[in-house]
């Protein structure tokens, strides 16, 4: 990774989490860090507590505030494991064409935040329509930037990791001099599978915020980095 003033980190929300809204976007809001709001653009409205869905109008809005993009994990949530090349398009396009049709569509849209899951066998076909694509693996490291394959760009999940461990991924940052894409799902009062507590994500805050007043970290999106550096996206999703 080239050498630079500060290190980026890339806030994500994986399938665009009413909890992690209502609780946890406050907080970075107020610290200026914009999120990736990486929807299901046909779950928006939809869902029951702990899996409810932001809505349209709350997406909207989130679009035009604190630096925010809306890409997207997955048109509807089924899992790609097992899908076609073909099923993999097909979704995928579904994807960028409804944000597209909901006003959503925007400078972050077009890097897929979870593009395809489970380590499908298949993600390849999805490339054409992308600008950058993250792994499709449920947890990975830390990141150069540029990146090194532009459809494999690791993330690391935030749920489950004790204060050792998120101490030792922001320091692993200021020793290497890698970026870090942190993502998850909803914020609860205790740890879930797919969501962090409330102390997981208040830890994790108490990092960034570390971070950002010792003037070594970044808080951005992968749309302004790619901006950046000059990395081409796609105009139009179809």
């Known amino acids: 990774m080239e050498s630079r003033a500060k290190l980026p980190l890339v806030v994500i929300n994986d399938w665009g989490s009413k909890p992690f809204l209502d609780t946890s976007y406050p907080a970075l809001k107020a610290l200026g860090v914009p999120v990736t709001w990486a929807v299901r653009p046909n779950r928006l409205g939809t869902g029951t507590y702990p899996a409810n869905h932001i809505s349209l109008a709350e997406a909207r809005t989130l679009a035009n505030e604190n630096g925010n993009v809306i890409s ?22 579904s994807a960028l064409a409804s944000l597209h049709a909901q006003g959503l569509f925007g400078r972050g849209s077009t890097h897929g935040a979870a593009w395809t899951q489970n380590e499908a066998p298949n993600a390849p076909a999805v490339a054409p329509y992308l600008a950058v694509g993250q792994t499709n693996a449920s947890s990975s490291t830390l990141t150069p930037w540029p990146p090194l394959e532009r459809l494999y760009i690791p993330r690391i999940i935030m749920n489950g990791k004790t204060p050792a461990q ?42 960034v915020q570390a971070g950002i007043t010792e003037g070594w970290l970044e808080p951005t999106t992968l749309a302004t980095l790619m901006e950046r550096e000059r990395v081409e996206m796609p105009a139009e999703p179809l």
């Open 72 to 93: 997207f994990h997955s048109f509807d949530g089924q899992a790609t494991s097992g899908m076609t090349a073909e099923e993999i398009r097909v979704k995928n396009l």
């Open 166 to 207: 998120m101490d030792e991924r922001f320091q692993q940052m200021k020793n290497t001099g890698e970026g870090g894409l942190f993502y998850t799902h909803g914020v609860l009062p205790a740890s879930e599978p797919n969501h962090s507590s409330q102390a997981e994500w208040d830890y994790s805050v108490f990092n």
